[in-house]
């Protein structure tokens, strides 16, 4: 299968190739000063575009040649390298993440994706992650990550982080790569011009292993260990004519060796995630208005087949108690975009709205829960289902944002949307963000917004007899934040530091109902203060040293005496730091070392040891690069804290297990190649 992988990637090329001139290099982004780089626009911080150094947010911003001096397979791990976020794995998959900033533990949402302009967040998606497993970062061009709430902007969903993505375009060439360690992946990048029109076209293909899981206990107390094998597809293709164009985008995650749900390790058992999409995007220009406007509609499928609890102690065999499941959901969205400017101001309004529909719901078991668990001896539906009216949602929304230049030195931008769910309640969305930026050197952000988290789908109306039931009065949750961003540069150095206080209201909790029952309750209130840095410095053209820190030194969250549930406080580290050295010795060596480290989550047991990385490109002619990566370069232990419940109960001590070891050493190797 990995040897597949290889071939499918070189043939792919091979096959598409022509001429092997060399093409013309990207720019380096070390050739870029500070200045310069600070001039870069910045798209996700409001509608109306501008200079990092002006942007209306807490801002990161990776563009393409430091994505690839940074080595990174996929979108998800360039954010352990943003001051005070990091991902983590959701349960015991391997592929799925959270994102945790800003004391959010990223287990019920709080972040937006946004790929190319289409919202990856659905009704029924909790996490964006969790519909894009590990989309690759080979594909990607420029990513943003804004820090804070994007209620005012995207609506629903970004109450702590928006990531906005836009992936490469071929540029009339095609480049393949191939890498090896652990697995295989391949990947093929081309467009092509004709006139006014354009067709870019992006697939990719992993085959790997996810990291092992050692010393989880299932049932029958017994240490195991596993290794799930997983196969990750790709394909974006894009046909353009002047400012109008369409993509559609397939996405897949397979893993074989799924655990079941009380930490049981299955061999053959698999879990499948597809996420498929259409979008058109489109711009005309009318009586000096800029209109944009835009149509989509996506496609998500998730499969579980898994043991739940074996027959004896093994091998596992067709005595076990196993469930198999389907759920399908289908998005469909459209929105329009006014902008004009008026003198000193630029003006945008505009409306979308939003229909999600549960198309399939179905989850059947080989056994039957009751005072004793019984077999069944055939499949029958275990009850999970949508109720009537719960089987879709819609939403309309209104906005409007005025961006306004008051001075040459000051900028302010208020803007305001409103939502309203037909099933999920109604919120709305102000902002206001003052930038003073007096010279070259120095720049000051005040920034007040807020956002929303409407509940799901499932949350609202899913039924699973005898387990779960749906919550038909939740409320969308809420989250205010004021932050106040300090930028100061001199020379070869840039200093930025972000002091936020974040305020988070009807946070949802899950409570017993009645006997094992359990719903969802607008509940929690969690209030977090804290403290982000950046430091630049360049001291030569071929040197750049990054340094970045972040501390929560407030974190205080109320549940009602009557709950009884773990804090987030437990599932999140409260201190992080980050440090990348940048060296090009030469134009055709570039090295990157860097290491990360978070703190100690509430449920570990011990603190995390800082992980380095070592990257290094050499590039003998301008269409080839060959690469080195080394993650985890001392084998530094580590784990993710399981959020989902627990991972079985060690027989020896009775305590619940919930630490995921983080893998140890992983060396990579690869070839770009390019062809015009």
């Not at 198999?324 to 929105?335: D, E, F, K, Q």
Request: net charge negative.
């Amino acid at each position: 299968m990995p040897n597949r992988a290889l071939a499918m990637g070189l043939a792919l090329a091979l096959a598409a190739g022509g001429s092997t001139a060399a093409c013309a290099q990207e720019p380096a982004l070390l050739d870029l000063s500070l200045d310069e780089l600070l001039k870069l626009d910045v798209s996700a911080a409001s509608f109306n575009a501008s200079p990092l150094r002006n942007a209306t947010a807490s801002v990161t911003v990776l563009e393409r040649p430091e994505l690839e001096r940074l080595g990174f397979r996929y979108l998800h791990e360039v954010l352990n390298w943003v001051p005070g976020a990091y991902t983590s794995r959701v349960a015991t998959t391997g592929l799925e993440n959270r994102t945790v900033l800003r004391g959010n533990p990223g287990t019920a949402g709080g972040g937006l994706l946004a790929i190319d302009g289409q919202r990856v967040n659905t009704m029924q998606s909790v996490r964006a992650w969790g519909v894009i497993r590990n989309f690759p970062l080979a594909m990607v061009e420029r990513v943003e990550i804004i820090r804070g709430p994007g209620g005012a902007r995207f609506g629903g969903g970004p109450s702590d982080e928006v990531v906005n993505v836009v992936t490469r375009r071929g540029d009339g060439v095609v480049e393949a790569s191939v890498s090896a360690e652990g697995g295989h992946t391949a990947q093929v990048i081309t467009g092509a011009t004709h006139g006014d029109w354009r067709l870019d076209l992006r697939a990719a293909q992993a085959e790997e292993e996810s990291p092992p899981y050692e010393g989880l206990f299932d049932r029958f107390g017994r240490v195991s260990r596993s290794q799930e094998a997983a196969t990750t597809r790709t394909a974006v293709l894009d046909v353009a004519r002047g400012t109008h164009g369409v993509q559609v985008l397939h996405h897949d995650s397979d893993i074989e060796g799924y655990y079941g749900l009380n930490g049981t390790i299955n061999a053959g058992d698999e879990s499948l995630l597809e996420a498929t999409w259409w979008r058109y995007n489109g711009r005309v220009e009318l009586g000096g208005w800029q209109v944009d406007g835009f149509a989509s509609a996506l496609r998500q499928r998730y499969v579980l087949s898994a043991v739940v609890l074996p027959d004896g102690t093994g091998p596992f065999t067709a005595g076990d108690f196993r469930q198999r499941g389907v759920l399908t959901h289908r998005n469909r969205s459209a929105g329009l975009t006014l902008q004009r400017a008026f003198g000193a101001h630029t003006l945008t309004f505009g409306g979308e709205t939003q229909t999600g529909r549960a198309t399939q719901a179905d989850l059947q078991s080989n056994y039957a829960l009751g005072p004793v668990v019984r077999p069944l001896g055939r499949y029958e539906s275990t009850g999970l289902r949508f109720v009537a009216e719960g089987a879709r949602d819609r939403m309309t929304a209104v906005f409007l944002e005025d961006d306004w230049r008051v001075a040459d030195d000051h900028r302010l931008v208020l803007g305001l949307r409103h939502d309203d769910y037909e099933q999920g309640g109604t919120a709305t969305s102000p902002r206001a963000a003052w930038v003073w930026a007096p010279g070259e050197r120095y720049t000051l952000k005040l920034l007040v917004q807020e956002a929303f988290f409407a509940p799901t789908l499932g949350q609202l109306f899913l039924q699973n007899n005898p387990v779960i039931a749906g919550s038909p009065g939740l409320k969308p949750s809420t989250v205010r934040t004021t932050e106040v961003v300090n930028r100061y540069q001199s020379g070869d150095w840039l200093f930025s530091g972000t002091y936020y206080h974040r305020d988070a209201e009807d946070g949802f909790v899950v409570v017993p109902r009645t006997g094992i029952t359990a719903t969802t309750v607008n509940a929690s209130r969690q209030h977090t203060e804290g403290f982000e840095a950046v430091v630049l410095w360049a001291p030569t053209p071929t040197w750049r040293l990054r340094l970045t820190g972040s501390t929560i030194f407030t974190d205080r969250y109320v549940l009602p005496a009557t709950i009884a549930e773990a804090p987030p406080g437990r599932f999140v580290s409260h201190d992080t730091a980050s440090v990348l050295v940048n060296w090009l010795p030469t134009p055709q060596w570039e090295t990157s070392v860097g290491a990360h480290w978070r703190s100690r989550e509430g449920f570990q047991a011990q603190a995390n040891d800082p992980r380095v990385m070592l990257h290094v490109n050499w590039r003998p002619s301008e269409a080839l690069r060959l690469w080195l990566h080394a993650d985890n370069l001392f084998d530094a232990r580590g784990v993710d804290i399981d959020v989902a419940g627990g991972l079985g109960v060690d027989g020896r001590t009775g305590q619940l297990v919930r630490e995921l070891p983080l893998p140890g050493r992983e060396l990579r190797v690869g070839v770009d190649y390019t062809w015009r």
